[in-house]
T-cell receptor
């Protein structure tokens, strides 16, 4: 059973270009989460998606960032007009169920992909 | 105030030692807790979930103290391969909140 897959593993973009990061969840998982990790900082939640739906995008900047998880194909995190401050490791995680128990917000375990390291020059 | 806080360390311990990490969380509504480990420049890997009654997995024991709002991880008989950064996670709503990690180095 393949784990969470992300590509590319490394991405270099010049300021003003677009970055597209892809994530294929584990087989059988329909919940996808994107995180950003800056050097010496913790992982920061960005967005939570299910197939064709954005469930929670409260951690994602309002401008330049968007995410989707289409019915077919991987989830995509898109960053338009990248700036130097966007340089970071972007991790995707998936889980089989968003919550483990109905009626209570008990989150299911999340399994992480290897990440995409974005460098903006 | 951060949702989840942990001592960044570093903790340098000899092989075979027992080491404990604590982590505090600020949101009393948090229901889900986990420990992940992250090796340098790699993805976080799930170490264990943390249950209210406490749970053990081999050399690793996790505890949750709701009254004081902290979780702990105990590692017994440390191995060189335990060297990593340990991330504490609290879950509320749809979100995981990660601590910044505690660095552990096990010394031969």
């Amino acid at each position: 059973n393949a784990g969470v897959m992300q590509n590319p593993r490394h991405l270099v973009r010049r300021r003003g270009q677009e970055a597209r990061l892809r994530c294929s969840p584990m087989k059988g998982h329909s919940h996808v989460y994107w995180y950003r990790q800056l050097p010496e900082e913790g992982l920061k939640f960005m967005v939570y998606l299910q197939k064709e739906n954005i469930i929670d995008e409260s951690g994602m900047p309002k401008e330049r960032f968007s995410a989707e998880f289409p019915k077919e194909g991987p989830s995509i995190l898109r960053i338009q007009q990248v700036v130097r401050g966007d340089s970071a490791a972007y991790f995707c995680a998936s889980s089989p169920r968003g919550t483990r128990a109905s009626g209570r917000a008990v989150l299911d375990e999340q399994y992480f992909g290897p990440g995409t390291r974005l460098t903006v020059t | 105030r951060k949702e989840v806080e942990q001592d960044p360390g570093p903790f340098n311990v000899p092989e075979g030692a027992t080491v404990a990490f604590n982590c505090t969380y600020s949101n009393s509504a948090s229901q889900s807790f986990f420990w992940y480990r992250q090796d340098c420049r790699k993805e976080p890997k799930l170490l264990m979930s943390v249950y209210s009654s406490g749970n053990e997995d081999g050399r690793f024991t996790a505890q949750l103290n709701r009254a004081s709002q902290y979780i702990s991880l105990l590692i017994r008989d440390s191995k060189l391969s335990d060297s990593a950064t340990y991330l504490c996670v609290g879950g509320t709503g749809n979100q995981f909140y990660f601590g910044t990690g505690t660095s552990l180095t096990v010394i031969p």
